[in-house]
């Protein structure tokens, strides 16, 4: 059976403050496969993912395809129904991302589209990410979670519109090691069960592997090498992309 295209970038450029911060950027993603955007802080990889949600403020060129849709080019009213509905995002940093005076509960509530929102759908989506007791813990703040908890109630919001692409920036980054492979598990069952496609961005190029179907490397807002996961850690000869490996 033919992989079904869910999002193409084509030749994207971003400029912000007179700074071309996105070079000919392409990359694609099929629905129900994982892929990885890979390379140091400040290399681009989060503006990506914000002109894909079109969150970033600067001038963006060339094409976000989702569904066969130019994403540049919807009206704001249009996008937003994409937003959360089709395309999700899990953002850095859980707990700052969190409101800290709600509920843990009512933030995942507020998320849901109108038909659903009930308490037993959250407790269903917390059972979901791996949050125990959610009756008890619908009531509790986010500073009454642990960092890896925080990520779990982010990963609920992101599901509550049942969303085709999920984006996952850099979710893992202030998690100890244990913590970081337990939310990796966690995405890569919701990937096959749910058939997400998942666009995981982060600088750990071994936190990905035998997660990612494809792997792209970015480094100074340009795409500088791609593959599936044997090339990037086998074959690759792309003297960043060994830098990389060998990092791991």
Request: hydrophobic content about 40%.
């Amino acid at each position: 059976m033919d992989k079904k295209k869910l999002l193409a970038i084509r030749e994207l450029d971003l400029e912000l403050n007179s700074r071309r911060i996105l070079k000919r950027v392409s990359l694609e993603i099929y629905q129900g496969e994982a892929a990885a955007l890979v390379g140091r802080s400040g290399s681009g990889k989060s503006m990506t993912a914000h002109a894909i949600m079109r969150f970033a403020n600067g001038l963006c060129c060339g094409e976000i395809e989702f569904q066969g849709v130019d994403l540049l080019q919807l009206p704001e009213k249009e996008m937003r129904s994409i937003r959360g509905n089709h395309i999700a995002m899990i953002f850095q940093e859980a707990l700052h991302a969190l409101d800290p005076l709600m509920k843990v509960g009512k933030q995942i509530l507020e998320a849901l589209p109108p038909n659903q929102k009930s308490k037993e759908r959250v407790y269903e989506l917390m059972e979901t990410v791996g949050i125990a007791d959610p009756e008890k813990r619908y009531s509790q703040y986010p500073h009454e979670f642990s960092g890896g908890m925080c990520q779990r109630v982010m990963i609920a919001i992101a599901l509550a519109g049942d969303p085709l692409l999920l984006i996952a920036d850099e979710p893992t980054t202030a998690l100890d090691v244990t913590i970081q492979a337990q939310i990796m598990e966690l995405l890569k069952s919701l990937q096959k069960e749910r058939n997400l496609a998942v666009l995981f961005i982060t600088h750990d190029l071994g936190i990905v592997a035998g997660f990612a179907d494809q792997v792209y490397v970015m480094d100074h807002g340009e795409i500088v090498d791609s593959g599936n996961s044997d090339y990037i850690f086998e074959n690759s000869t792309h003297p960043f992309t060994r830098e990389l490996v060998g990092n791991t």
